[in-house]
Every structure is written in structure tokens, then in C-alpha cells.
């Protein structure tokens, strides 16, 4: 039996490395087929074991033959195994904290984990059964209404009309009312979310359900779409100020709205609708795709029965859990539904850990009508349906850490159930989204008759919404909103929110540090400094806003970064992509706005971008330094934007607007970050020691930016290149279904094409892993902040968060309170 022993061993560190390697990847499929592997030598027999009457000497020879040639088939197939793996993440609390600031990282990971209890359900019913058009919120006994519906129980209007419409729905000005609007509706106005269609007389015209029609129906034929497509004339030839197209392109026979293959065509933008004619019908995009469990109206979940919540993804007591599940009926949603960890059983080993977080679920005026609003199919989103239903991320959605931050949220280990037990509360206000609808037409709530800058309307909704909390739950006042979460993607970020919101938790790409502050904007709209007068609040806003507090206070607020998907990073050596040669020695592309009239001022980038241009063409910079600055057409490379990223050994954190996601951009890619804008703090800055791996150079000191480039040392430069492979993965989201696909997928690929072997390029072991990701890094710095915003430092319960020292006692009173909170 001495032959197994060797193999045996062997099998079983084989084996080792394939659970390892499956538990990390999910249980996907290996390319070295450990099963086949291990089941083909559980059945192997020797033809040469021991057999009584046989000489010693030929089968100890045979053995040894044989031995060796197992050993090496053994360790061949662990050669290989070890050579298709990562290299192994961080496990010791140490080395996953690395380069941080202060204890908030060491403090989390020495939590111990509490087990989690099964979730509470909940079976509230909601007045008239919200009109069979809303979703009854079982928790609260709210409906929750689409777009178009309101009251108590859905059943009253709630209308969005188009600019200047008739009785009739159509445009009532053709002739005596000249302004244009996007919302001007030639044809008929849809006037639950104003967005215009070919009139119901032509044959691809918008006929509604018929009379006595379900609350809600559908309608008969949703036509083809007519918004920004206006006619120059009216059917009698007579001019029309507002439009340009001439009548017959869009009503006559041969026309948009009448002709099979029309001679002209209007744009087909909304989401959902693909194709020349608006004929190809794909899936609509909503958060979290209803969970599988609801159908996507532009951003509304209609869940099914049994589910509800913003994302369908919550289970009425005593309904089935199969009740209305889409995962095999729409398969083409699957890859991109996230689970719900909060909603699941719980698992029989402790793995809860603390913050706990409570996701409220938002009247539909703060968030989905928002996304129903949309006329542009890619607004507001940070994924969408393509041809034949793929689904793939967005081209270009700046502001698109709001979807994803509110997915991250719900999809959660931390999120729970019980506000009771919630040390924080995310509030889901679609802002971000708000920007991308706000000119095109009034919204007709929060307060009306808004015209002031973007900034105003998005100030206004966020404080209706926190008045909507504060009077509607408990737990807004139980702790001044101290505990609250409020994202603010926008470019100034955070500087002009109400001032009764900023006791509260802002997270924003937006670092701006200085008080009293100004807007820098170039863009009149987003202006947060015009003096403003509105009938919902006494004299100047500003007096309520900006004049009242900072940006961003690194104490409570959170620079968080903006959202990459990995395709943006594809060429990343953290990502598995061959390691290129740095051979541009400083990198830049942007926008520059030094055309005559474009930003006279120079305001944009606090003219940093525009000066720097001009040193740098001053000073010759690409023939004398390599280095490559200035637009797209200055830069003269057709190299990917990823690819220049990786190629380069310092890349330039200029503002923009206000923030600019250029420090993830260089972070991604192994490229030191040099940062120049005085007092804004960088993503994380106050959470890990930057200093590590990027520099910072004055405003002031532009003239001198290459020396003070070339006074690094080589051996100092590898030093920051190694420390920022320690933390990059910090800077990006992962946990979300579509984010793992993709980078696993684009580490896969690069595997492949180095014969099986994974990357093994510092930091790449984190290609594919969640473990400490953006994500991760805000819940860590929250649990830090536990006792500060709960008002308990020095407590019983305060303890939990105070660190090691207090941390036996912690875990009792905190398995307590979870007891007390599930009984
Ligand atoms: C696996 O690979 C690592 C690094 O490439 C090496 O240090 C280690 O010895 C290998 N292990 C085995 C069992 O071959
Ligand atoms: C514009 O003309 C329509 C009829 O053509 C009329 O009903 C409406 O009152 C007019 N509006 C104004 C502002 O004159
Ligand atoms: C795409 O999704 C839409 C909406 O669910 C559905 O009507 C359509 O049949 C789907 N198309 C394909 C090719 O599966
Ligand atoms: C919240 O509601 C309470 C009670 O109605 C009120 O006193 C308080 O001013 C409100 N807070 C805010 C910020 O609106
Ligand atoms: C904002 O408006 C105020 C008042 O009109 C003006 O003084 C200021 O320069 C403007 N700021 C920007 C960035 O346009
Ligand atoms: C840059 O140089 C151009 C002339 O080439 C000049 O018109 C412009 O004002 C300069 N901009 C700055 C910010 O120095």
C-alpha cells in the first residue's frame, strides 16, 4: 500500500487548490479539469502491486518505475493547476489594511462575525391594492406608484405634460407661441412622463387602451416616437417657428409617422426601442432588473405578485418564493441580476458583520419617475439592453456611481431589513439622474415652477425627500440624520445641499475643502452661487445651501470614486493585460476648452488644464520629455485610452468641471497620480496615506511641474509603483453580476493567451476579486464611524466600534442587540 502514500498526498493538495481555486472564482469551470483529473486517479488500479509468488526485486523495481512516473504526471498537473491561479489575496488583517490611515480598516476586520437571523417578513396591505397599477410596500402599507398614477392607493393623475399642450394633447401654439422646448409635441404627448409620439390618426400613431380599459393597460399601439423631430410647417404650408423638418417628412404618406420604410427618419432613442423604424423591441433597464421578479417600465418595476420594493427584491410573508420568477421565462436577464443576500436565508456559520444598513425604499417622485422621465436611453444608467437583448454597459454615464451605488446597497451583506437595527440609512435619490432630465422639461413637483440652475432643482428634490423621510419614518430625527447617506455624483458634489442635510453622511467624488467656497463651474445651469429667490424657501437659497457649509468634511464625508467598468481598464496590468513598457514619462488627454468664446473666463479646470497646455507646448515637452499632453488631436496616437494609461509612469489629477475622474484612471493603471488642485482631497485621501504613491504639486508651482517630475528617483518611482499595487483595487466597484462577468472574463482572456498562465504582475491577484474594493472600503470606514454618529463613544454599545482593546465585550453586546432586534 506504500505506493498510494505519495499520490495520495498529492491527490490531496490537488484537490486543496481546486476547492480554493472554485471557492474564489464561484465555482467556475477550470481549465485544467481538476474533477476529470481527480476521478480518473480514484479509479486507477496498478497492474504491478504485490502479488504473491512474484520476485521482490521486479516489483520494487516496477514500483519505483512507476512511482516516478506518477509523481511527475501528479506534479505536472499541480504545476500546471498553480500556474492557472492567482496569486493568493490577503487574508491577515495587516496586509489587507495596508497603506491605510488610522485604525478605521483594523478596527473592521477585527470585528467577529454574529450570525445572521432569517430575514423579517412583512404583510401590511395597501389601500384598494394600489389601483393593480403601483406596488404595495408590505412593510410600510404604502404604494409605491409609477409615473403617471399618485395618491394613497395610485388611483389619482400625477401628470408630467408636455410643453404647452392642448386639451388634446397635442402642441397648443403651432402658430402664436414661438419658444422652443424639447418637449414641444408635434404629434401626441404621452402626459404621464411627456414624451411625444406620432399622432393616434396616422398609422404608426399612439392609440391609447380602449375606454373601460385596466387602470394601467398598456396601450393599443405605442407608435412610433416624435420627440426632438418637429415640422418647420404646418399641413397648410404655413410656418411654424419652433420646428425645421418640412410637415410631409413626418405626416405625410410617405413619412415618418405613416410610412412603412419612411424617406425620413426620427431619432429612436428611448430605451428600450432599437432599430431604424423604432421596431426592434428589447428590454428595458430598471434597477436590479426587478430582481427577476417584476417588469421593467423605463425604470419602474412592476413587481409581480408577492414581491415588492424599488427592485421587486422583497418577499411578502407567506408568498412563495417562486411566485413570478423571470429567471427562465427572460433568460436574458440573468447576467444581470445581483442576488440579495439580505433576503435570503442565513447561512449556519457566523459571517455577519456590522455596519448594518438599511436601504429605504423612496417614493417613486425621488427616484424612479426620474428614470421614467428619460428620453435618452442611456441617461441615468450605468448598463442598458442592446440588439437581441445583450446587455452591456453604457457608453458614457459620468454620474453613473448612483446606479451602482444603489445596487451595491441592496445587493449588500450589510444591508438589513430591520431599521431597527440599522446603524446607517442609504437614501437612493435619483440626483444624478435629475441632471440628465432636468432641461428637458418641468418636473412637475418639488416644488413647481423650478427655473433656476440644475443645482437648485437638485437641492429641491433632495430636501423634499428628506422632509418626505422626516416625516413619514422615525428614524431621520431618532438621530439628527447624522446616520443618513446621501450620494451626490454631480461635478461640485456636495457644496450647495440643504444645510439641515449636511449633519448627515455625503458621499461624492467632489474633495473641495475650502470655506467659504464659490461654484467654479463654467456651465451657467450648474452655477450653485447665483443669488436665488423661490416661493418654497425664505430669501436666498444660498443662505440655506453653500454659505453654510463646505463641500466636504473629511470627518463625516466620503470621497468615494467614480465608477469604472473593467473595459475601461481592459490594457491595466492589474487586470492581467501584458505588462508594457512605461515609456510615456507623463500623460494627459482632456478636455482643454481654449477654442475663441468656448470659456473666456478660463474657469473650466481652474484654467490648470489650459495653462499646463500652454507650458507644455512652451516648454516642448513631448520632444524633450516625453511627455504627452493636451486633447486627443494634440496627442497624436491612436493608442487606446487605457493603453496610453499604461504606458505612462506619471498621469496628471486635474479638475474638470469640479472632480474628474482622472485619480482612478491613473490608480487603475498603475500610473502615479500627480495631483494639482489646492485644497481638494483626492478619492480616499483621508482614509489611506496617498502620499505613498502619488505626489501633489501646488497650483502655483505649474512652471516647475517636469522638475519636480524628474527629481524622483527610478528607485523611488518603483517604490510608489509598488505600493499603489497594494491598494489600487480600493478605487474600483466590483460585486455587482455584470462587473465580476467582465473582469473575470478580460483576466480569462489574457490567461488564455499566455498558455494558461495567470497573471502574476503585482496587484494583479485582486483582478477578480471583491475583497476590499470600493464597495467594501465605504462599509469599513462607516463601521468606524459607528460610534461618532450614534452619539455613544465611551458606551456599552459604542464599544463595538471602539477597537480591539474593547472587543470581547463589543461582540456581547452586539450579538445582543441582533437577538433583541430578530426576536
Ligand atoms: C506555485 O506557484 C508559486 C509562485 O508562482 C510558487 O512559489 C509555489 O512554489 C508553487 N507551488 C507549487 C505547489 O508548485
Ligand atoms: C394660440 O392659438 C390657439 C388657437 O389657435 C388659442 O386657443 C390660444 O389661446 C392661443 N394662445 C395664445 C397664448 O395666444
Ligand atoms: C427582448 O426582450 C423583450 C422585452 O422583454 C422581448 O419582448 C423580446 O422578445 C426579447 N428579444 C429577444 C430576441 O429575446
Ligand atoms: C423633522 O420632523 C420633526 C418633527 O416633525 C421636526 O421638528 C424637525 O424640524 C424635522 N426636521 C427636518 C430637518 O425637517
Ligand atoms: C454665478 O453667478 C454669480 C451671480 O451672477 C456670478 O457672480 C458668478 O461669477 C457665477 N459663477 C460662475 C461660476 O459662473
Ligand atoms: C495659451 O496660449 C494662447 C496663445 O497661444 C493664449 O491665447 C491663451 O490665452 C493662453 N492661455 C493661458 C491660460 O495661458
Redesign the pocket.
Known amino acids: 500500500m506504500d505506493v498510494y502514500k505519495p499520490l495520495g498526498l498529492a491527490l490531496l493538495v490537488l484537490l486543496g487548490l481546486c476547492s480554493q481555486y472554485a471557492l474564489r472564482n464561484k465555482g467556475a469551470a477550470l481549465d485544467s479539469r481538476p474533477n476529470s483529473a481527480a476521478s480518473g486517479w480514484a479509479t486507477f488500479s496498478w497492474p504491478f502491486a504485490a502479488e504473491p509468488g512474484e520476485g521482490p526485486r521486479r516489483t520494487l523495481l516496477q514500483d519505483v518505475e512507476n512511482d516516478k512516473h506518477a509523481d511527475e504526471v501528479v506534479k505536472q498537473l499541480?504545476?500546471r493547476l498553480?500556474a492557472s491561479r492567482l496569486a493568493p489575496l490577503p487574508s491577515k488583517p495587516e496586509e489587507r489594511c495596508a497603506l491605510t490611515r488610522g485604525t478605521w480598516c483594523l478596527q473592521y476586520h477585527l470585528q467577529a462575525p454574529v450570525p445572521r437571523f432569517p430575514p423579517p417578513y412583512f404583510d401590511k396591505p395597501c389601500p384598494n391594492d394600489c389601483n393593480g397599477v403601483g406596488n404595495c410596500n408590505y412593510e410600510h402599507g404604502m404604494c409605491y406608484c409609477p409615473a403617471g398614477w399618485g395618491g394613497p392607493d395610485c388611483s389619482q393623475p400625477r401628470k408630467r405634460p408636455c410643453h404647452h399642450m392642448g386639451s388634446d394633447k397635442r402642441d397648443a401654439g403651432w402658430h402664436n407661441l414661438t419658444a422652443w422646448s424639447h418637449t414641444r409635441c408635434a404629434g401626441v404627448c404621452d402626459d404621464d412622463v411627456a414624451m411625444c409620439y406620432c399622432p393616434a390618426d396616422t398609422k404608426y400613431g399612439h392609440r391609447e387602451a380602449p375606454p373601460g380599459a385596466k387602470p394601467g393597460a398598456p396601450p393599443e399601439q405605442r407608435g412610433r416616437p416624435l420627440f426632438m423631430c418637429t415640422p418647420g410647417t404646418d399641413k397648410d404650408g404655413k410656418k411654424v417657428e419652433w420646428g425645421g423638418t418640412p410637415y410631409e417628412d413626418i405626416f405625410g404618406p410617405e413619412g415618418w409617422c405613416n410610412a412603412d420604410k419612411p424617406k425620413f427618419t426620427c431619432p429612436c432613442r428611448l430605451d428600450g426601442l432599437l432599430g431604424l423604424t423604432c421596431t426592434e423591441v428589447v428590454e428595458q433597464t430598471c434597477i436590479n432588473q426587478c430582481s427577476g421578479h417584476g417588469e421593467c417600465n423605463q425604470g419602474f418595476c412592476k413587481c409581480h405578485a408577492g414581491w415588492y420594493g424599488v427592485d421587486c427584491g422583497l418577499r411578502r410573508a407567506g408568498a412563495l418564493p417562486q411566485v413570478g420568477d423571470q429567471w427562465t421565462t427572460k433568460p436574458w436577464i440573468e447576467p444581470t441580476l445581483t442576488h440579495t443576500v439580505a433576503t435570503e436565508d442565513p447561512p449556519l456559520t457566523p459571517t455577519r458583520r456590522r455596519p448594518y444598513i438599511y436601504v429605504y425604499d423612496m417614493k417613486s417622485d425621488f427616484g424612479t419617475d426620474l428614470m421614467q422621465y428619460r428620453i435618452e436611453g442611456s441617461h441615468c444608467l450605468y448598463r442598458s439592453f442592446t440588439r437581441a437583448n445583450q446587455s452591456s454597459f453604457v457608453g458614457y454615464n459620468a454620474y453613473a456611481a448612483e446606479p451602482v451605488l444603489h445596487e451595491l446597497f441592496l445587493t449588500s451583506e450589510h444591508r438589513t431589513l430591520d431599521p431597527e437595527e440599522a446603524d446607517f440609512f442609504y437614501v437612493p435619490v435619483n440626483v444624478g439622474c435629475l441632471f440628465d432630465v432636468y432641461g428637458w422639461n418641468e418636473i412637475p413637483r418639488w416644488p413647481r415652477g423650478l427655473l433656476g440652475p440644475r443645482t437648485h432643482g437638485a437641492t429641491m428634490m433632495q430636501r423634499e425627500a428628506m422632509r418626505w423621510l422626516n416625516a413619514t419614518f422615525p428614524h431621520f430625527a431618532r438621530r439628527g440624520g447624522r446616520d443618513h447617506i446621501w450620494m451626490h455624483p454631480h461635478d461640485e458634489g456636495a457644496c450647495y445641499v440643504w444645510k439641515e442635510m449636511w449633519p448627515g453622511v455625503m458621499l461624492s467624488h467632489w474633495g473641495r475643502m475650502d470655506f467659504p467656497h464659490a461654484s467654479n463651474t463654467a456651465y451657467g445651469q450648474d452655477n450653485y452661487s447665483l443669488p436665488l429667490h423661490h416661493a418654497s424657501h425664505p430669501g436666498d437659497w444660498r443662505d440655506h445651501t453653500s454659505l453654510t457649509h463646505p463641500c466636504f468634511d473629511p470627518k463625516k464625508d466620503l470621497v468615494v470614486p467614480a465608477f469604472k467598468q473593467p473595459q475601461l481598464y481592459n490594457k491595466s496590468p492589474f487586470l492581467g493585460a501584458p505588462v508594457k513598457e512605461r515609456d510615456i514619462f507623463a500623460f494627459f488627454i482632456g478636455d482643454l476648452r481654449m477654442e475663441p468664446g468656448r470659456d473666456p473666463p478660463c474657469r473650466y479646470s481652474r484654467c490648470i488644464r489650459q495653462r499646463l497646455y500652454n507650458i507644455s507646448r512652451d516648454q516642448h515637452w513631448k520632444e524633450a520629455h516625453g511627455v504627452l499632453f493636451g486633447e486627443r488631436k494634440d496627442i497624436g496616437n491612436d493608442a487606446s485610452y487605457s493603453e496610453l494609461l499604461a504606458r505612462s509612469k506619471f498621469c496628471f489629477v486635474l479638475p474638470g468641471d469640479g472632480w474628474s475622474p482622472r485619480w482612478e484612471d491613473a490608480v487603475l493603471h498603475g500610473c502615479i497620480p500627480v495631483v494639482i488642485m489646492d485644497d481638494v482631497q483626492v478619492v480616499f485621501e483621508s482614509l489611506v496615506d496617498v502620499s505613498l504613491f502619488s505626489l501633489r504639486i501646488a497650483e502655483s508651482e505649474l512652471p516647475r511641474v517636469v522638475d519636480v517630475l524628474k527629481a524622483v528617483s527610478d528607485q523611488r518611482l518603483a517604490e510608489m509603483q509598488a505600493h499603489l499595487a497594494k491598494v489600487w483595487h480600493r478605487y474600483r466597484y466590483m460585486g455587482l453580476r455584470m462587473l465580476d462577468d467582465s473582469a473575470r472574463s478580460l483576466m480569462w482572456g489574457y490567461r488564455a493567451d499566455a498558455g494558461g498562465k495567470a497573471p502574476?504582475t503585482p496587484g494583479s491577484e485582486y483582478s477578480t476579486s471583491r475583497q476590499d474594493d470600493a464597495f467594501a472600503t465605504i462599509l469599513q470606514w462607516l463601521y468606524h464611524r459607528i460610534p461618532e454618529v450614534h452619539g455613544t463613544q465611551g458606551s456599552r454599545e459604542g464599544a463595538a466600534a471602539a477597537g480591539a482593546g474593547a472587543l470581547v465585550e463589543a461582540i456581547g453586546a452586539v450579538s445582543d442587540g441582533a437577538g433583541v432586534a430578530a426576536a
Do not use: T, Y
Open positions: 499541480i504545476a498553480n502574476r
